[in-house]
């Protein structure tokens, strides 16, 4: 059980990373549109974290108003949180979907900002993209980090009035999105909807006081959260 635990905290964590490396390497396959859209973001990254205007504690608030506007620009969090949440969808209130999306969108964006300072210094390189469909593609990239095996981190990105937008980041087979959908269908069906929304909100208030653990960390696994999270 610890075992599977490892594995899934060690793909969460990268998936985090993968946007917000400090360095960026050369693309050794032809770039297409999503990987246009994609690059840029990733450099927005690099230079944020590597400005000494923005570096230190008294510039935390500076820096990451910063980086949440880089993750706003890129990622389609209301089709992201949509999927997370599932089939338990169709059964919310026009005000609980909103709520949901606002608290999701809180939720990944204060995950990965917070994995992004903690993991600095990794290096992306962009290898390719693999269309899936009419304005579907997946762009392939791998983290080469300083020791062990480069690890490869593939964006599903889809086409929305002529934007590409991520929707899932899925790393060595684990979709990030799949992981959160097991995670809030156990809790929902273990306690109730109403008993996600509070957890969501206490973890929220966790990473913007800075008292949350760093990253996803152990409560983000399927299984844990209906134990270990607030």
Known sequence: MHHYRDVKLRSIVVSVIALGVLATAPTRAPA??????????VDRVVHILADPALTGAAHTLERRRALRAVMEDVIDFPDAAQRALGVHWQGRTDAERDEFVTLFKELVTYSYIVTMEAYAGQ???FVGEKVEGEGVTTVQTKIQSRQGAPVP?????HQRAEHWLVYDVVVEGVSLVGNYRNQFNSIIRTTSYAELIHRMRARVAELKGGTGPVAFGHRFL?????GGFP
């Open 32 to 41: 297409g549109g999503a990987t246009e859209i994609l690059r840029p973001a």
């Open 153 to 157: 981190i593939d964006y599903r990105m």
């Open 222 to 226: 399927p299984g844990a959260l209906a």
């Open 123 to 125: 290096t992306v390189v």
